[in-house]
């Protein structure tokens, strides 16, 4: 990273989440890949910081004979995001975060997601709401996978959470950025980083939407399922720092039918009979 990329990130553009600054607006899962090798080195590949991790499907130290996820992403180099991935209830994904909290020593950082059917994995708003207001009053830093509903987003930051976490798509899909005007009037009135989570399926993807003004984007399938896990993070990553780029410099407005030519015509030879 070179000294310009530093302090536009840190200096005049910091990302910060519950008072923590980061060098990256890139996420990232830790499922679904073959092993823990090839997670490692995506996570490596990606420039991630903050690494989110399903404690209903990945040791974290809840079984010490198996290997654990710790010894590959070591916590004193990541910040870890247990996740309540799987959880159809309040009820389910609150104790879940507070199992999560009891295995990494009192950690509050985390995601929530409530579901609301098998199928699309779409989430269940109303369990939402109820688990975080439960869990803020706990002292859980609370980020939260939402639709893009600007009404629900509002809520849940009134609630106190810390970012919101609005689907692109479904979770999975790879389908990428369906509805950019409800993302837009999101970011627009939130005062808490506003971070695209779920359907981002290639690099375009992410960087549209660091382009509309998302503060981040986490993702695990569209790194995973790639044909090269590896290179595809290492794509994503230059997209994100791409796409905040474009979002602060400000592209052109677009015109409908009118030329405007690149270079100036002042001072052009007239052309000879």
């Given at each position: 990273?070179?000294?310009?990329?530093?302090?536009?990130?840190?200096?005049?553009?910091?990302?910060?989440?519950?008072?923590?600054?980061?060098?990256?607006?890139?996420?990232?899962?830790?499922?679904?890949?073959?092993?823990?090798?090839?997670?490692?080195?995506?996570?490596?590949?990606?420039?991630?910081?903050?690494?989110?991790?399903?404690?209903?499907?990945?040791?974290?130290?809840?079984?010490?004979?198996q290997?654990?996820?710790?010894?590959?992403?070591?916590?004193?180099?990541?910040?870890y995001l247990?996740?309540?991935?799987?959880?159809?209830?309040?009820?389910?994904?609150?104790?879940?975060?507070?199992?999560?909290?009891?295995?990494?020593?009192?950690?509050?950082?985390?995601?929530?997601?409530?579901?609301?059917?098998?199928h699309?994995?779409?989430?269940?708003v109303?369990?939402?709401?109820?688990?975080?207001?439960?869990?803020?009053?706990?002292?859980?830093?609370?980020?939260?996978?939402?639709?893009?509903?600007?009404?629900?987003?509002?809520?849940?930051?009134?609630?106190?959470?810390?970012?919101?976490?609005?689907?692109?798509?479904?979770?999975?899909?790879?389908?990428?950025?369906?509805?950019?005007?409800?993302?837009?009037?999101?970011?627009?009135?939130?005062?808490?980083?506003?971070?695209?989570?779920?359907?981002?399926?290639?690099?375009?993807?992410?960087?549209?939407?660091?382009?509309?003004?998302?503060a981040?984007?986490?993702m695990?399938?569209?790194?995973?399922?790639?044909?090269?896990?590896?290179?595809?993070?290492?794509?994503?990553?230059?997209?994100?720092?791409?796409?905040?780029?474009?979002?602060?410099?400000?592209?052109?407005?677009?015109?409908?039918?009118?030329?405007?030519?690149?270079?100036?015509?002042?001072g052009?030879?007239?052309?000879?009979?």
């Open positions: 990273m070179n000294a310009s990329h530093s302090s536009a990130q840190l200096g005049d553009d910091p990302f910060v989440i519950a008072g923590k600054t980061y060098r990256s607006r890139l996420l990232i899962g830790t499922g679904k890949y073959k092993d823990f090798d090839e997670t490692r080195r995506a996570v490596e590949a990606s420039g991630a910081e903050i690494v989110t991790v399903a404690i209903r499907r990945t040791n974290i130290g809840q079984h010490a004979d290997p654990s996820l710790l010894e590959v992403l070591p916590p004193s180099k990541y910040t247990p996740n309540t991935a799987g959880c159809y209830t309040a009820e389910d994904a609150v104790r879940t975060l507070r199992l999560a909290r009891e295995l990494l020593d009192g950690h509050a950082l985390v995601k929530l997601e409530v579901l609301g059917d098998p699309t994995l779409y989430p269940n109303l369990e939402t709401l109820k688990a975080a207001e439960t869990l803020v009053k706990e002292g859980f830093q609370v980020m939260v996978y939402t639709n893009d509903d600007p009404i629900i987003a509002r809520q849940l930051e009134e609630i106190g959470c810390v970012a919101i976490m609005p689907l692109a798509s479904l979770i999975g899909s790879g389908m990428g950025i369906l509805n950019p005007w409800n993302l837009k009037l999101i970011i627009e009135q939130a005062k808490v980083p506003v971070i695209v989570d779920a359907g981002v399926g290639t690099a375009s993807d992410a960087a549209i939407a660091l382009e509309l003004g998302c981040g984007v986490l695990n399938t569209a790194i995973a399922e790639a044909k090269d896990p590896v290179l595809m993070a290492s794509a994503m990553r230059k997209a994100v720092e791409a796409g905040r780029e474009a979002f602060r410099a400000g592209r052109m407005p677009k015109k409908f039918y009118t030329a405007s030519p690149s270079s100036p015509t002042a052009m030879i007239a052309p000879t009979r």
